[in-house]
């Protein structure tokens, strides 16, 4: 996939969207009964990346404060949807060490991951940081994942909602109506192909989590070294 143009039609399809007002609200954010849980392996950025992603956010909260922001602590890039978020989906209805002890071999000789995260994006509902990885190896370990998962027995959903493919982090979701639609594709063409650094990723974390990956609903499963995959 060519990240940049995928992004640049994502980006360009739902600025219109947004401009006509036909933009999706996420009525669920604040839903305390909420029960979409899963589990999820994924990279967390550096905290000097997440510093400069704050920034842009600032913009954005003194334009349109009711909007849902993501902290430092929620930020992150999906690597695979191991079971994605349904109601209801507990830990005990599976063996964590099954799933730890397939991810292990899965990155075994899977390279080390480095990504830059440099532009924005959007989509009718949300607005996105661009992650572009340097090399292959994130695309290797989510096929090494694939294959493993779907050879075994374990419970897992990974691909059914959409081929993961992508490197982004959702830093803004729409929960009301916007104040200012126009000033805020303002600001975001800002920052359209602004540099919020680079990084190479010493872990992965495996996590139980929300739909929207909030702290406080997560669930710390397991860390895996980057250290140790070439």
């Known amino acids: 996939m060519n990240l940049t143009e995928h992004y640049n039609q994502l980006y360009k399809k739902s600025k219109d969207v947004i401009l006509a007002g036909n933009y999706n609200l996420d009525s669920q954010i604040n839903d305390q009964s909420d029960s979409r849980f899963g589990i999820t392996l994924l990279i967390r950025p550096s905290e000097k990346i997440k510093a400069s992603i704050q920034l842009f956010l600032d913009e954005l909260k003194a334009l349109e404060p009711e909007q849902y922001y993501y902290p430092n602590s929620d930020i992150h890039i999906t ?3 191991i079971i994605s978020c349904y109601e209801g989906f507990t830990l005990d209805k599976i063996s964590i060490e099954d799933y730890i002890k397939i991810i292990q071999e899965s ?13 924005v994006t959007a989509s009718p509902s949300a ?4 992650g572009f990885p340097a090399d292959e190896s994130l695309n290797n370990l989510r096929n090494k994942l694939r294959n493993n998962f779907k050879k075994s027995a374990l419970q897992q959903s990974i691909d059914s909602r959409y081929t993961i ?12 109506k916007l104040q200012n639609s126009k000033k805020l594709i303002e600001i975001t063409e800002k920052y359209r192909d602004y540099n919020f650094g ?12 929300d739909w929207y990956q909030r702290e406080n609903n997560t669930v710390h ?5 980057q250290r140790c995959t070439q």
């Open 79 to 81: 690597v695979m949807s």
């Open 107 to 119: 990155l075994v000789g899977s390279g080390k991951i480095k990504i830059a995260f440099r532009g």
């Open 127 to 130: 607005l996105m940081i661009q």
């Open 165 to 176: 493919a992508t490197a982004h982090s959702t830093v803004m979701r729409f929960q009301e």
């Open 198 to 209: 680079e990084f190479t990723v010493d872990k992965v974390e495996l996590v139980y989590n």
């Open 221 to 225: 499963l397991s860390d895996f070294s």
